[in-house]
């Protein structure tokens, strides 16, 4: 389901716009965007972060690989993010494993606005926030935590996801062709749905589309 918010402002926007500029289209846009909640009813709340940051003077967003040897969703892609400990909000969590994973700081200041909550089928449900690392962030990727790190631009993430079919589920999976791979949901989602509100202008809803069977645990 979608409906339109903000006109896009096109690709060369994102590849030589300038930054005080491109701060203000995500703020703009994502005021405008009514995110859905969703009710914990036993799960745990976690937040994930969508950083927008640059390389090169074109922007993007921050992307991970987790390890191999992690106990949750090894090898998986990811964003930064976790769980949200006691006492915090989306926000901090998210601000703070930004931290913890990649070694950037950013300004509560510098959230610019989230997306819809996302359940997952292990048993959380994800709060996605949007926030501005500035240009050209330096990072110190947790060798614990990030595999490997992935810097995937603005219109990269406009492209067209897939959508198959498994006997365990109605809902579609969703896959994002990205990094040579496939990223599926929740991150695929979460992705997805940037893309739709901050970059196309559009109210896309992604809580209907599945994950693989490999991620429900």
Same mark, same amino acid.
Do not use: K
């Given at each position: 389901?979608?409906?339109?918010?903000?006109?896009?402002?096109?690709?060369?926007?994102?590849?030589?716009?300038?930054?005080?500029?491109?701060?203000?289209?995500?703020?703009?846009?994502?005021?405008?965007?009514?995110?859905?909640?969703?009710? *914990?009813? =036993?799960? @745990?709340?976690?937040?994930?972060?969508?950083?927008? &940051?640059?390389?090169?003077? $074109?922007?993007?967003?921050? !992307?991970?690989?987790?390890?191999?040897?992690?106990?949750?969703?090894?090898?998986?892609?990811? *964003?930064? =993010?976790? @769980?949200?400990?006691?006492?915090?909000?989306?926000? &901090?969590?998210?601000?703070? $494993?930004?931290?913890?994973? !990649?070694?950037?700081?950013?300004?509560?200041?510098?959230?610019?606005?989230?997306?819809?909550?996302?359940?997952?089928?292990?048993?959380?449900?994800?709060?996605?926030?949007?926030?501005?690392?500035?240009?050209?962030?330096?990072?110190?990727?947790?060798?614990?935590?990030?595999?490997?790190?992935?810097?995937?631009?603005?219109?990269?993430?406009?492209?067209?996801?897939?959508?198959?079919?498994?006997?365990?589920?109605?809902?579609?999976?969703?896959?994002?062709?990205?990094?040579?791979?496939?990223?599926?949901?929740?991150?695929?989602?979460?992705?997805?749905?940037?893309?739709?509100?901050?970059?196309?202008?559009?109210?896309?809803?992604?809580?209907?589309?599945?994950?693989?069977?490999?991620?429900?645990?």
């Amino acid at each position: 389901m979608s409906g339109d918010t903000q006109a896009n402002p096109g690709s060369r926007f994102w590849e030589s716009g300038d930054p005080e500029s491109i701060r203000a289209t995500i703020v703009a846009t994502l005021d405008t965007f009514d995110h859905h909640t969703a009710e *914990l009813n =036993g799960a @745990r709340a976690a937040a994930v972060v969508l950083a927008v &940051t640059s390389r090169d003077g $074109e922007y993007g967003i921050w !992307l991970t690989r987790r390890p191999s040897r992690m106990r949750e969703h090894p090898g998986q892609f990811a *964003l930064p =993010g976790g @769980r949200i400990d006691e006492g915090e909000d989306y926000a &901090t969590a998210a601000l703070r $494993e930004l931290h913890e994973e !990649l070694g950037v700081d950013v300004d509560r200041a510098d959230v610019l606005g989230r997306l819809d909550d996302y359940v997952t089928r292990s048993g959380y449900v994800i709060t996605p926030i949007v926030c501005w690392a500035g240009p050209d962030r330096e990072t110190n990727p947790n060798p614990g935590e990030v595999a490997r790190l992935f810097f995937i631009p603005m219109n990269d993430l406009q492209v067209t996801p897939r959508f198959i079919a498994i006997p365990e589920s109605e809902r579609p999976v969703i896959q994002m062709p990205l990094v040579g791979s496939l990223i599926h949901a929740p991150t695929g989602a979460v992705m997805h749905q940037f893309a739709e509100v901050v970059l196309s202008g559009r109210s896309t809803r992604v809580a209907d589309f599945e994950q693989p069977v490999f991620a429900w645990r």
